[in-house]
């Protein structure tokens, strides 16, 4: 009877840990889906209201609307997650992004444009948010790391994918919009695959956004850095090294070699982070980044050691947010991981708006404006660091006396 009971209790085990490995799976490859939506849509409708005679401060304002998307949604997503739950909140988020992208060549202005970003921001942030949350609710202190460096690496999978799209499908017609709707169908019949286990989604507290904001001011300013840099180096990588004497493609090429280390050198920093002290690791992978930007202008104009130099740095700048998610889920859980997630969204999208303004003031003005932009962005984000460690180390001093 015990020989018995305990062969049912450990293919109960085994049967569970399948069911979260499967789980993970699904919920991985789903948030490909908002990097993609995001890469896709962002170039595409920049070029085509640029041709249909818009000028670039109203094709800002066009892209500022997923900002506002996001804005408007983040306050109610712990709630919201708590009343549906997560899977039924994603579903709907891919139906909109789905419906949105088919839409885009089928309104009769151009103006109505404005709300479709709109609501494809409300679908990406329910996307960013609840999938970032379910892949922190499945995995455990032991594979924490690993887990949130494979769910970076696939974002950095699906940022890379947008380019890729409109590499093989042009800029015009109903084609890109067409396959960008096509895939976000494809996540629609992944995630009501069987045996889909889902977090309990349970507030531990009155806790809303600003109050997160407070508890992990780390997590608030990895989430900017990352989108700031990340957003301004797709948007000026290739422009500087034009200036450095590559050809247009050649700079192109430099993007997806350092989109290829975001995604590859996530595994091994993923298995670091569960092995070492996160924050650690975190101060010397910004460190390092920091250093490296400011070697650009050297590195960047010898060929034979541009690619290596860009793809080791593209894995260690991202490392820095894998490493960030890991230290969050292991302090965050339920509607309150919901709750930071939201959070961090807001300084993405603030980081998406300010980073490529700044970084193409940079570059009016100094040569080499990029990499100094974001080597110093860099470095302000270590000292904030410093400071905000400093900071609670003399906090529980401060209420003993």
């Known amino acids: 009877m015990n020989a018995g009971g305990e062969m049912g209790a450990d293919l109960a085990l085994q049967d569970g840990r399948a069911r979260t490995g499967v789980s993970l799976a699904i919920i991985i490859a789903t948030a490909s889906v908002f990097g993609l939506t995001y890469s896709l849509t962002a170039p595409l409708v920049a070029q085509l209201l640029i041709e249909s005679g818009m000028t670039e401060t109203l094709v800002g304002a066009n892209a500022a609307m997923h900002a506002v998307g996001v804005l408007m949604i983040?306050?109610?997503?712990?709630?919201?997650?708590?009343?549906?739950?997560?899977?039924?909140?994603?579903?709907?988020?891919?139906?909109?992004?789905?419906?949105?992208?088919?839409?885009?060549?089928?309104?009769?202005?151009?103006?109505?444009?404005?709300?479709?970003?709109?609501?494809?921001?409300?679908?990406?942030?329910?996307?960013?948010?609840?999938?970032?949350?379910?892949?922190?609710?499945?995995?455990?202190?032991?594979n924490r790391g690993r887990v949130m460096a494979t769910y970076t690496a696939s974002l950095s999978l699906g940022f890379a994918g947008g380019p890729l799209i409109l590499s093989y499908t042009g800029f015009d017609g109903l084609l890109p919009f067409a396959v960008g709707t096509i895939i976000a169908m494809a996540a629609l019949l992944v995630i009501n695959m069987p045996g889909l286990r889902q977090p309990a989604m349970v507030s531990h507290g009155h806790s809303n956004i600003l109050r997160m904001m407070r508890l992990s001011p780390i997590a608030m300013g990895t989430t900017a850095l990352n989108s700031a840099i990340e957003t301004a180096g797709l948007s000026f990588l290739g422009i500087y090294a034009v200036r450095l004497g590559w050809s247009e493609t050649d700079g192109a090429q430099l993007i997806t070699v350092l989109m290829i280390g975001a995604i590859i050198l996530q595994l091994p920093i993923g298995w670091l982070a569960d092995k070492v002290n996160r924050i650690g690791l975190m101060i010397g992978l910004t460190a390092l980044s920091?250093?490296?930007?400011?070697?650009?202008?050297?590195?960047?104009?010898?060929?034979?050691?541009?690619?290596?130099?860009?793809?080791?740095?593209?894995?260690?700048?991202?490392?820095?947010?894998?490493?960030?998610?890991?230290?969050?889920?292991?302090?965050?859980?339920?509607?309150?991981?919901?709750?930071?997630?939201?959070?961090?969204?807001?300084?993405?999208?603030?980081?998406?708006?300010?980073?490529?303004?700044?970084?193409?003031?940079?570059?009016?003005?100094?040569?080499?404006?990029?990499?100094?932009?974001?080597?110093?962005?860099?470095?302000?984000?270590?000292?904030?660091v410093f400071y905000v460690k400093k900071s609670a180390i003399r906090a529980p001093e401060a209420n003993q006396s």
């Not at 885009?104 to 103006?111: A, D, I």
Request: proline share 6%; aromatic share 16%.
């Open 74 to 142: 983040a306050p109610f997503l712990s709630q919201l997650s708590i009343r549906y739950q997560p899977k039924r909140l994603i579903v709907v988020a891919l139906l909109m992004s789905g419906i949105c992208l088919f839409a885009f060549p089928w309104m009769p202005s151009v103006w109505l444009w404005f709300p479709l970003r709109l609501i494809l921001g409300v679908a990406a942030e329910i996307l960013f948010v609840l999938t970032e949350t379910w892949a922190s609710e499945l995995s455990t202190d032991s």
């Open 290 to 384: 920091a250093i490296s930007a400011f070697l650009w202008p050297l590195m960047l104009t010898v060929e034979w050691l541009a690619y290596p130099a860009l793809f080791i740095w593209g894995g260690l700048f991202v490392g820095i947010y894998t490493t960030m998610l890991a230290i969050i889920g292991s302090q965050f859980r339920g509607a309150d991981l919901v709750n930071i997630y939201a959070a961090m969204g807001l300084l993405w999208g603030a980081g998406a708006l300010f980073g490529p303004t700044l970084a193409g003031g940079f570059l009016d003005v100094l040569p080499h404006g990029l990499p100094i932009f974001v080597g110093l962005t860099c470095t302000l984000f270590l000292i904030f």
